[in-house]
């Protein structure tokens, strides 16, 4: 190799040479200065996760209201709490990535009482279902009708989320490092929500359904996270706007 | 010198080696984890197992970064060279820092779901065939299952068992392990971001590394060994009088080995150039106390007969050789390792 004749000579189990020692103090000195740089520099340039959360400071919200399997479950509130409005229409889930699926199966239609925790993220919001009767029950009552309007076929810009991150479950809760998680809360029903870059009828939010009023469809799961364009039927529930989301007409957005 | 199968052989330098490194693990982690949080001016802050998930993948990514720079840099500046002596210490922290980042993440992105964590990281996204949203984890875990494979196999009794080429060649799946890497960075996280520092602090770590490595093989090959000339049988390695006490001159023989031609005490000896350890350049070392001394960890060999001396047992081959006109010829054919050729004198 190239010409080494002078410069000093390292044997690992001998003492450096004075030369070479000054050398490597000062790599020594520099790596751990680099590393703390680093550590600096990627830590405290991470980008805003968004202020979704759970709310335990709301404590625990319990409303009454009609049940609608949109198929994700969702109560038209009749009977508000401190933190959910009367008229609200509300997305439920149950612990982790896990729906309401199973429990709410012969509800439809009927007037229930829900109780839990509350997340939220700005317009969107869901309730985290306890367990057991304590979480869902039927109301005495009967239960009123309730409308829901077609507003015809849309084609909307934006990202598939899962709904329960989106709103504060994780932080961050949305992009591509997270689609692998978002993917696993659809997997377990946890109703997926649409961010659109524009507002919708005045939502930015919109719970996600197949096109025939199906779950997610499994030819959607490639599509979550990345921003697409799509078209769909959209209808309002209340304050809600259920979009029938079909695959087929997806195309990537760059 | 050379090594018995003894646990891990220590001495001062390692320890100096191995707190160096600890301690800039510790800083980064220490700073990323504790520090930034109070400089992050989020209405509601980072969810701690994914700050903490991002910390140790950062810093396995640096640690990598620096592993790999650390082989280019000593070819282009001798002074390096002692980073090398301890590399693979760095190394098997580096398995151990990305384990932690693997692991924050799959108990947090792939937990409280009925499909067990594993399966998850497996199943849940399989979208394969595109790039964007393309399941950049499975990329992550294929560096880390390499990083663990050299890990356990780090030690020298492995080097021993898989013999010095074998070892080596293994052990170059860390570059498939790095290209693994940048991939599993670039189609994640990289495809969120907002802020700069991290795309520009990867792209610019990524490309001088390979930017190094590049350049360490052009120097090389502009200054790289002669290729001896055939004198007859014999081949020509260099003029007696090019080889300063205490050190060689190195060739390339016709079948591709190198031989080393060391000037002891006005005496010329030939060995292979091939250290016994790990293929180090033994040409590129020194006598010390009578002893041919390896740059890359200091085994050492008698340079009369190419054996360890007692109670060591490496061996290296010899080779015969002769002066003539002032030319050192060497006979091509290696002898076995550890045959005693009396040493020539430069006449
Ligand atoms: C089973 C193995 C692995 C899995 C499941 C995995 C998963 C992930 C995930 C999900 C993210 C995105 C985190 C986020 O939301 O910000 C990420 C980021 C990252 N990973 Fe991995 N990873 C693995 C192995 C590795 C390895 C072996 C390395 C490096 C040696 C590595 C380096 C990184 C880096 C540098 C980031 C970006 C961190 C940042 O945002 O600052 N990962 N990984
Ligand atoms: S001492 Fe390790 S290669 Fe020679």
């Known amino acids: 190799m190239a010409d080494n004749k002078d410069k000093p000579f390292f044997v690992g189990y001998l003492t450096a040479p004075d030369g070479l020692r000054s050398f490597l103090i000062g790599i020594g000195i520099g790596l751990i200065l680099l590393m703390a740089g680093v550590g600096l520099g990627i830590g405290a340039t991470q980008d805003d996760p968004g202020n979704g959360a759970f709310r335990g400071d709301y404590g625990r919200q319990t409303v009454t209201g009609v049940m609608e399997l949109t198929p994700y479950p969702v109560v038209r509130v009749t009977q508000g709490s401190e933190h959910v409005p009367e008229g609200h229409t509300l997305m439920l889930s149950a612990g982790g990535k896990q729906s309401l699926m199973s429990r709410v199966r012969d509800l439809d239609g009927q007037l229930v009482t829900v109780s839990g925790t509350i997340l939220d993220r700005g317009e969107l919001d869901m309730m985290q279902v306890r367990g057991g009767q304590n979480g869902i029950s039927r109301a005495e009552g009967d239960a009123p009708e309730m409308d829901s309007e077609d507003l015809g076929r849309w084609r909307i810009a934006g990202e598939i989320c899962d709904g329960k991150c989106l709103a504060g479950a994780m932080r961050p809760g949305t992009g591509i490092a997270h689609k692998a998680c978002a993917n696993l809360c659809l997997i377990g029903d946890i109703p997926p929500v649409f961010v659109s870059t524009q507002p919708v009828e005045g939502s930015e939010f919109l719970l996600v359904v197949g096109p025939d009023g199906t779950i997610f469809p499994k030819s959607a799961y490639d599509l979550v996270a990345a921003y697409i364009s799509v078209e769909g039927k959209v209808v309002r529930h209340g304050d809600l706007l259920v979009f029938h989301l079909e695959p087929d007409t997806a195309e990537l957005v760059q | ?347």
């Open chain 2, 1 to 347: 010198m050379s090594v018995k199968y003894i646990p891990v052989q220590w001495n001062p330098n390692k320890w100096i080696y191995d707190g160096i490194m600890l301690a800039g693990v510790a800083a980064f982690l220490w700073v990323f984890i504790h520090v930034t949080p109070e400089i992050l001016s989020h209405e509601r802050p980072i969810n701690s197992q994914v700050h903490n998930a991002r910390a140790f993948g950062a810093c396995a990514f640096l640690m990598l970064s620096i592993i790999l720079a650390i082989g280019p840099l000593a070819k282009l500046d001798t002074r390096f060279m002692p980073l090398l002596y301890n590399r693979r210490h760095f190394g098997v922290m580096t398995a151990f820092v990305a384990t932690a980042h693997a692991g924050y993440i799959l108990n947090w992105y792939f937990a409280f779901s009925f499909v067990p964590k594993w399966d998850a990281l497996i199943l849940s996204n399989t979208n394969y065939g595109q790039l964007l949203g393309f399941p950049f984890e499975a990329l992550g875990a294929f560096a880390l299952v390499i990083l663990l494979i050299l890990a356990a196999t780090s030690h020298d009794f492995w080097l021993k068992f898989l013999t010095a080429p074998v070892w080596k060649r293994l052990h170059y799946l860390i570059y498939l392990a790095y290209v693994s890497v940048v991939a599993h960075i670039s189609l994640g996280i990289l495809q969120d971001q907002q802020s700069l520092f991290l795309p520009v602090f990867f792209i610019v770590t990524a490309f001088l590394v390979a930017l190094l490595h590049v350049w360490a093989y052009l120097a090389e090959r502009k200054t790289g060994d002669p290729l001896a000339s055939a004198e007859g049988d014999w081949m020509r390695v260099c003029q007696a009088d090019e080889i300063d006490e205490g050190r060689a001159r190195i060739a390339l023989l016709p079948d591709g080995k190198r031989v080393a031609v060391f000037k002891h005490e006005g005496k010329l000896s030939a060995i292979s150039n091939a250290c016994a350890h790990q293929n180090g350049p033994l040409g590129e070392g020194r006598i010390i106390d009578c002893l041919v001394t390896c740059p890359w960890h200091g085994f050492q060999y008698r340079v009369t007969d190419g054996q360890s001396p007692a109670p060591f047992t490496e061996k290296i081959p010899t080779y015969n050789l002769r002066v003539q006109d002032g030319a050192v010829l060497v006979d091509p054919k290696a002898n076995p390792p550890g045959t005693h050729v009396d040493p020539v004198e430069v006449a």
